[in-house]
């Protein structure tokens, strides 16, 4: 593959370039890490016909200095032509004015977040062969924080309204014969249809009904014979695709949102849909058809709806390794095993100790980190008395050899029941049991006796109670800090907190991005920890080259 190549550099430019002092970041990471991986990597997203696209490597350094700068397409559009330490860094002549906004958001599209990824891990490659992270004594550091996706909360009439909207806003852009013959044959009425200013409720249901209506029109109307003939002949497949997603997610808001009405109600004939309650609507339902992969979470009290961020650094160089975007209301331990095995597999890196916070303490990470050779070291969840001031789990004695359980009066009990859902067993002890003990109101208040659950990971808690009050972890805990320090530089510095698009694949490529920035910045600290300003002191002069007059 072959890319277009700048205009060589001016005596003019040579002279600027020389009067510059040396940029704190972007003088350094020039001399650091050697960009031009991705010339290779990227070759395929190109045709080797007609005109000669820019170098990837050019576009990937615009791209991280733009999230350095946390500047919009248009800003870094400007910022290139006017600032010289960034011309400079991605060696373009000072004249250079050839960047279009619509050429680095239309560049992200290119290369998605798998590219990004890709991209991210070569840099951490360059750093592990400088001997800046990647020994196998390090500590890796795992935690996650909540971004804000900007969704609006929607009622489940505006959440369907806007569905519809999507999908015939869509074929109108994109299909215009399709959309012409829509409007012949299904009235859209109901979606510009107002309720008056004090409606009852009775009017605001049969609205509700009527547009709940229309959307199941809509999707029916697009099975009919004569439009499946034209839409699956549709030339352009990307646009046919758009199409079908868009109708997806209108099918899923309408079953997650309404149920059929009761048509032998007497009081309600002519009402065919209704809202459904929601207590009934499932917990993973959507949000916005605008953004489908966004989720409501909470934390402490403060609503999220968005993504949550894990991410994986080094203790040691206070490197991100790996930082991923999933789903807001996604549990932090559930691809902990996922995470840490791809930061092993790419780089042929194992740590030997890995810590978390206790939402990230489940007893299978912690038996399946035990046979790997790592130590793991997590607080367990809180386990005290109950809410009720009840005898907790903590004060029996379970036997795991005798699978029995004692109580604190001395009874043993066997009698047991697995619990699949929950990984474990549900031990009871017999209520007559129960009635005779002396401090029976201060262990249980059921008529049928008390209960004690044991984890099938008994052990694995059991050693980790043991563990975590040795020095050696309480060393490792002190290391926690530094990822909350590295959240905060990701989330608050580097505009994580906020998502600046929709779907969690472009949300991707932006966490991807700051990944490289961050660590780049650690490079540079690394290398130069003692000069981080300007030095303003005129470099020697260049000798130039002499050009041989033919």
Not at 3 to 26: G, I, N, R, T
Not at 460 to 473: D, G, I, P, S
Request: glycine fraction near 4%.
């Amino acid at each position: 593959m072959r890319y277009k190549q700048l205009d060589q550099m001016s005596f003019a430019d040579l002279e600027v370039y020389s009067v510059l002092p040396e940029h704190p970041v972007w003088s350094r990471a020039a001399e650091l890490l050697d960009f031009s991986f991705a010339d290779e990597i990227c070759a395929p997203l190109y045709s080797t016909r007609g005109p000669r696209p820019y170098a990837p490597s050019l576009k990937l350094k615009l791209h991280i200095v733009q999230r350095y700068y946390n500047l919009s397409d248009r800003e870094m559009e400007e910022r290139v032509i006017g600032d010289l330490f960034i011309k400079r860094f991605l060696g373009l002549p000072v004249s250079f004015i050839g960047f279009d906004h619509s050429t680095i958001g239309l560049d992200r599209e290119r290369m998605g977040s798998a590219l990004f990824d890709a991209c991210h891990h070569h840099i951490l490659a360059q750093a592990k062969q400088k001997g800046l992270w990647g020994d196998n004594e390090d500590v890796w550091l795992i935690d996650s924080f909540h971004t804000n996706g900007h969704i609006a909360r929607l009622s489940a009439y505006r959440l369907i309204k806007q569905a519809i909207l999507r999908v015939v806003n869509h074929l109108k852009r994109a299909h215009p014969a399709l959309y012409r013959q829509l409007g012949r044959e299904l009235d859209l009425q109901p979606l510009t249809q107002k309720l008056p200013a004090k409606a009852n409720p009775e009017d605001i249901a049969a609205s509700f009904s009527r547009l709940v209506v229309l959307a199941y029109g809509l999707l029916h109307w697009f099975e009919k014979e004569a439009v499946r003939a034209v839409f699956w002949s549709w030339k352009n497949r990307d646009r046919q695709l758009t199409s079908l997603e868009r109708q997806a997610i209108l099918f899923r808001i309408l079953t997650e949102n309404t149920l059929p009405g009761d048509p032998e109600d007497p009081n309600d004939p002519d009402r065919a849909y209704r809202k459904r309650p929601r207590k009934e609507r499932p917990a993973n339902q959507l949000l916005s058809s605008m953004d489908p992969d966004a989720r409501v979470s909470k934390k402490r009290s403060i609503t999220y709806r968005g993504d949550k961020i894990q991410v994986i650094m080094s203790a040691a160089n206070d490197m991100v390794l790996l930082a991923e975007p999933v789903a807001g209301n996604e549990t932090d331990a559930h691809r902990l095993q996922e995470l840490l095995k791809a930061v092993q597999q790419k780089h042929d890196v194992k740590p030997h100790s890995v810590v978390a916070d206790s939402a990230y303490g489940r007893g299978y990470h912690r038996r399946h980190l035990k046979t790997e050779g790592i130590t793991f070291a997590a607080p367990l969840q809180a386990v005290g008395d109950n809410s009720t001031g009840l005898y907790s789990n903590e004060k029996f004695t379970y036997d795991s050899k005798g699978e029995a359980v004692t109580c604190p009066a001395g009874q043993v009990t066997q009698k047991k029941n697995y619990n699949r859902h929950l990984e474990g067993t549900q031990y009871s002890f017999p209520k007559q049991v129960c009635h005779t003990y002396s401090l029976r109101e201060q262990c249980t208040t059921s008529v049928q006796g008390r209960t004690v659950f044991i984890s099938d990971y008994y052990n694995e808690f059991q050693e980790a109670k043991t563990f975590n009050k040795t020095e050696e972890a309480k060393k490792l805990f002190q290391k926690r800090n530094a990822i909350e320090r590295k959240n905060n530089e990701l989330k608050n510095h580097n505009g994580l907190g906020h998502a600046r698009t929709y779907t969690r694949e472009r949300r991707r490529v932006y966490v991807k991005v700051v990944s490289m920035v961050v660590n780049l910045k650690q490079l540079v600290k690394q290398r130069n920890p003692l000069t981080l300003g300007f030095v303003r002191k005129r470099p020697p002069c260049l000798v130039l080259p002499v050009l041989q007059v033919q």
